[in-house]
């Protein structure tokens, strides 16, 4: 019975790295998929169909990542690029601070220490994610 215990918190603890480390790395598309979803539920919100506002949400979206790299591969101001780094990592620390949250909860009941680390996590996404974007820009030129 005890091989069983510390088997599943072995494969748990491995899954949450694995979930981190994924995390981390799709972090930098927070911006454009908070873009797309925003306008989903904007259009839905207005009148129009689901599938027309899964569409031009997914359309926005789309969008908003071409905006990011053409800004990205025509600046070479390093003020721009701290702007739109800012732009990229707020949405990024957003997405991992409640990401880390609802891990969080799962194993800890207590209410004050998933939050602290959750803080801590935002900001160490949102770092992440400032770091990436000059690689970004770069990596993702359009031709």
């Known amino acids: 019975m005890e091989d069983a215990v510390i088997l599943a918190f072995v494969i748990t603890l491995v899954a949450v790295v694995a979930l981190c480390?994924?995390?981390l790395n799709i972090?930098?598309?927070a911006l454009p998929l908070t873009a797309g979803?925003?306008?989903?539920?904007a259009l839905h919100s207005?009148?129009?169909?689901?599938?027309?506002s899964l569409f031009l949400g997914a359309l926005g979206a789309i969008a908003t990542l071409v905006l990011l790299q053409?800004?990205?591969g025509a600046t070479r101001s390093s003020v721009l690029l701290a702007m739109i780094g800012m732009l990229i990592a707020a949405p990024a620390a957003f997405a991992g601070y409640h990401f880390l949250l609802g891990l969080l909860r799962l194993f800890t009941p207590d209410a004050a220490f998933p939050n602290v680390l959750a803080g801590v996590g935002a900001l160490a996404f949102g770092i992440a994610a400032w770091i990436k974007v000059p690689q970004f820009g770069r990596t993702h030129e359009l031709a």
């Open 21 to 23: 480390g994924l995390m």
């Open 37 to 41: 979803a925003a306008l989903g539920l």
């Open 70 to 72: 053409f800004a990205l």
């Open 27 to 29: 972090v930098i598309f």
């Open 46 to 52: 207005a009148g129009y169909g689901i599938p027309a």
